[in-house]
C-alpha cells in the first residue's frame, strides 16, 4: 500500500469511510466516483485511488434504487408475425450491434429481449419490471396497437419501423415507399416487365414496400399480377421452398423485388439452382444493404437503409425522452445500391 494513503479502517469499507479518509463530504465523494465534472479532476483521482487501495466498490443497486435509474437500455426485438426468425438474422445481428455501440458508447448496459408470440400486456410487464430506464423496441411486427397502447404512458420509447397510419409512438426508419418504388423504376428501366415481388404478409415495414412497389408498377402502366406475390418469410428455410414454388408454379416472370436481402440472396441461389441465370434472365433487387449483401455471388443490388445512422437517431431520441423530452419521430430517405443482381 503506497505511504500516502491512510490506514483503512477495521471491518467492511463503506463509502462514509473513504470519505473520512479523504477528508471530504460522502456526497463528494459518490460524485467523483461516478466521475462527475463538478469534482476537480486531481480530487477524483484522489478518491478513486483510495476506494481502489481500500477495495471499495460502488454498490451499484443500491446507487440505481438511489437515483431511481438503473443505466440499463432495453433492447426488444418483438416477432409476433416471424416467430421462426433468429436473433442471428444478419439484419437483427448488424442493428443490435450498432444499438449496444452506441449505448454502451453512453455509460449505458444492453439488455437484450427476443419476444416470441407477444401475449396481450407483454410490453406493460417488461416495463414495470424496471430493469431498464427505456426500451428501444427493433420492428413493429405485429405488435402496432401495443406499442400505441405503452407509447400513451411510456415516455422513453422508441421504435424502428415503417411510418403507417395511426402511429403514436416515436420511431426511427427509412421511408420504406420511396425505397420499394425506387427499386422497382430501376428494374423497368433495365427492361424488366413482369416483377415478382417477395415478402411475409402483414409486416407493416413489408405492406409498404408492397405499396411503394405498385405504386411504380403503376406509374409505369404495368398490372400487378397475382401469381407474381410469394410470401416468402425472414429466413432461408421457409424463403428457398416460396422461391422454388414460384419457380414451379411456371408463372412467368424477369425480375424480383425482395422484402429484404436475405430473401433476395435466396432468391439468387434457388434461381440460380433452377437454371434461371441472374441477371441475365433474372434480375433481382433485395433491401436493407446488410454487410452480406455486398459479398454475394454475384454481390446484390439492394436498396440501403442506413443503420448506423438509424441507431445514431434511436438512441439519441430515447435519451431525450428519458431527460423529459418529446423529440419527433425520423425516417431516412433511401438509397438505391446498383452492384450485379
Known amino acids: 500500500m503506497s ?17 473520512k479518509l479523504a477528508g471530504v463530504s460522502t456526497s463528494t465523494v459518490s460524485r467523483a466516483l461516478s466521475d462527475h465534472k463538478s469534482i476537480p479532476q486531481a480530487l477524483r483521482d484522489r478518491i478513486a485511488a483510495l476506494a481502489q487501495a481500500h477495495g471499495y466498490v460502488v454498490n451499484q443497486s443500491a446507487r440505481s434504487l438511489r437515483l431511481q435509474r438503473t443505466h440499463v437500455i432495453g433492447v426488444v426485438v418483438p416477432l409476433g408475425h416471424e416467430r421462426e426468425q433468429l436473433i442471428s438474422d444478419p439484419f437483427f ?51 402496432h396497437d401495443a406499442l400505441n397502447a405503452l407509447a400513451d404512458e411510456y415516455r422513453p420509447l422508441v421504435v ?5 397510419a395511426g402511429r403514436r409512438y416515436c420511431t426511427v426508419g427509412t421511408d420504406n415507399v420511396a425505397g420499394a418504388r425506387m427499386a422497382v423504376q430501376h428494374l423497368i428501366a433495365q427492361g424488366r416487365r413482369r416483377i415478382a415481388f417477395l415478402g411475409p404478409p402483414g409486416a407493416p415495414e413489408v405492406e409498404l414496400r408492397r405499396a411503394g412497389y405498385l405504386q411504380a408498377l403503376s406509374e409505369a402502366g404495368l398490372t400487378p399480377e397475382p401469381d407474381l406475390f410469394a410470401p416468402a418469410h425472414f429466413t432461408i428455410e421457409t424463403a428457398q421452398p416460396t422461391v422454388q414454388a414460384l419457380v414451379n408454379s411456371g408463372a412467368a416472370f424477369d425480375a424480383v423485388f425482395a422484402a429484404s436481402d436475405l430473401i433476395a440472396m435466396t432468391a439468387v441461389q434457388t434461381l440460380n439452382q433452377a437454371g434461371r441465370s441472374v441477371p441475365e434472365q433474372v434480375s433481382v433487387v433485395g433491401f436493407d444493404d446488410i454487410a452480406l449483401a455486398r459479398h454475394g455471388a454475384p454481390p446484390l443490388t439492394t436498396v440501403r437503409q442506413d443503420m448506423a445512422a438509424g441507431a445514431r437517431g434511436m438512441v439519441d431520441l430515447l435519451f431525450r425522452r428519458i431527460e423529459g423530452g418529446a423529440p419527433e419521430s425520423v425516417f431516412m430517405a433511401p438509397e438505391l445500391i446498383v452492384r450485379q443482381t
Open 160 to 164: 424502428w419501423g415503417g411510418d403507417i
Open 93 to 143: 445481428l448488424e442493428m443490435i450491434g450498432r444499438l449496444a455501440d452506441e449505448i454502451t458508447g453512453r455509460g449505458y448496459e444492453v439488455l437484450l429481449k427476443k419476444v416470441v408470440a407477444p401475449r396481450p400486456g407483454w410490453l406493460r410487464r417488461i416495463v414495470q419490471s424496471h430493469r431498464s430506464d427505456g426500451l428501444l423496441v427493433i420492428g413493429q411486427s405485429d405488435q
Open 3 to 19: 505511504r500516502d494513503l491512510p490506514e483503512p479502517p477495521a471491518g467492511r469499507i463503506k463509502m462514509a469511510d473513504i470519505a
